[in-house]
Structures are given as structure tokens and as C-alpha cells.
């Protein structure tokens, strides 16, 4: 099975970067995206085929996919950022999407 | 703007069968151009896809829960419903429905319900 490796925690300062990875065999080859889930929220869809993003997501959220290693950066950080993030590919080997562990972004 | 709605028992007793409806709103499941998904969250975890359904009826599940899991589709109440058979304490999570754009290279979940939280005890 397709497996998708996310750091457990990632910490950044108000008005910093934060940038979240996502690691997978080929990953470059797939399209990643990404969901903002906060605490006793439903997930929410923030970048979609690599680095698209859904209406309503600010600018501030954008993705990048290459090699081993897909990446979500949230630049000018908020402390309405904090969330765990999720990354998600599709094994179409299988049908079957797949979900990264989830990374708890703090913000300092 | 689509929205859905999770239903069903918050409690289910062991062995038994879980059930839970999505109820979509703002747009026609019959229509086509996407699939329908039920997504699950144990406490404290991850996210963990269980399957999805086109308006047709085609079903696709995960395969570590194929032999307990039933998605169906009525078209005529615009909902799709999950059952989940011989549950046990390992099933307690928090149950997500979602909708899946359906193109050709990939799937994600677009929009989402806000969760169920269904308990498995005695």
C-alpha cells in the first residue's frame, strides 16, 4: 500500500512561514492535497491537485509537489492557523485514497 | 453551495450494525460528476477513508473494511447511507460524509459534513 509520511508537529512564530511535508514514494508522479482540520471541526479541503486552491482559501495557503516530498506552506502565519493539516493522494492502483498521519501546526 | 448532514444513532451496541445517513443540499446527487464518500476518525487520530458510491450505485470500498461495509444511494431523497456490520469497540470514531469530484487522474473530498460522533458499547 502507498504510504504518506507527515512530522508530527510543526511550530512557527505569528507573521512567519510554516511549511508542512508530505513524503511518498514518487509523489511527484501524484496529485496531493490538502485539508485544514481544526479542533472539533470537519476537515476542510485548503490546496487541491498540487497547488490549487478552492474558493475562499487565502492566498496565503499554497502547495508544491516534487520528487519524494510534496509540501504545503502557509506564509504570513495567523493564529487562526492552527490546525492539524492532512495530506492526500489517490492510489489508483487500488482506487483507493490515502491520508497522511496529520501534522499539528502551533503557532508560537 | 452544496452542503451534507450525517444522521444516525450516537450509540451502537457491539455485534451490531451501524447506520448513518447523509442528506445533501444544494445540489442533486443524481446529476452526476461526483462520488459520494464516508470518511471515519477514531479519537485523537487520523482520518481514514471507508468508501464512496456513484448515483449509479457503483461502489468502491476500503478493502480493510469491505467485508462489513454498505454504501447505498437514494436518488429520490437526495442521501446516501453507510452500514457498517459486527461492530466493536475499534469502530467508535467520529463518521464523515464527503463529496468527491470525479476526474480522471485523482480524487479528493471537496466538501464536507461537520461528523457524527457513533460510540460502540454496551
Known amino acids: 500500500s502507498y504510504v504518506l509520511t507527515q512530522p508530527p508537529s510543526v511550530s512557527v512564530a505569528p507573521g512567519q512561514t510554516a511549511r508542512i511535508t508530505c513524503g511518498g514514494n514518487?509523489?511527484?508522479?501524484?496529485?496531493v492535497h490538502w485539508y485544514q482540520q481544526k479542533p472539533g471541526q470537519a476537515p476542510v479541503l485548503v490546496v487541491y491537485?498540487?497547488?490549487d486552491r478552492p474558493s475562499g482559501i487565502p492566498e496565503r495557503f499554497s502547495g508544491s509537489n516534487s520528487g519524494n516530498t510534496a509540501t504545503l506552506t502557509i506564509s504570513r502565519v495567523e493564529a487562526g492557523d492552527e490546525a492539524d493539516y492532512y495530506c492526500?493522494?489517490?492510489?489508483?492502483?487500488?482506487?483507493?485514497?490515502?491520508f497522511g498521519g496529520g501534522t499539528k501546526l502551533t503557532v508560537l | 453551495q452544496v452542503q451534507l448532514q450525517e444522521s444516525g444513532p450516537g450509540l451502537v451496541k457491539p455485534s451490531q450494525t451501524l447506520s448513518l445517513t447523509c442528506t445533501v443540499s444544494?445540489?442533486?446527487?443524481?446529476?452526476?460528476?461526483?462520488?459520494w464518500s464516508w470518511i471515519r476518525q477514531h479519537p485523537g487520530k487520523g482520518l481514514e477513508w471507508i468508501g464512496y458510491?456513484?448515483?449509479?450505485?457503483?461502489?468502491y470500498y476500503n478493502p480493510s473494511l469491505k467485508s462489513r461495509v454498505t454504501i447505498s444511494v437514494d436518488t429520490s431523497k437526495n442521501q446516501f447511507s453507510l452500514k457498517l456490520s459486527s461492530v466493536t469497540a475499534a469502530d467508535t470514531a467520529v463518521y464523515y460524509c464527503?463529496?468527491?469530484?470525479?476526474?480522471?487522474?485523482?480524487?479528493?473530498?471537496?466538501?464536507w459534513g461537520q461528523g457524527t460522533l457513533v460510540t460502540v458499547s454496551s
Open positions: 464527503a463529496r468527491v469530484p470525479t476526474t480522471v487522474t485523482t480524487r479528493y473530498f471537496d466538501y
Open positions: 444544494g445540489g442533486s446527487i443524481s446529476s452526476g460528476g461526483y462520488y
Open positions: 458510491i456513484y448515483y449509479s450505485g457503483s461502489t
Open positions: 514518487n509523489i511527484g508522479s501524484k496529485s
Open positions: 491537485d498540487d497547488s
Open positions: 492526500q493522494v489517490w492510489d489508483s492502483s487500488s482506487d483507493h485514497p490515502r
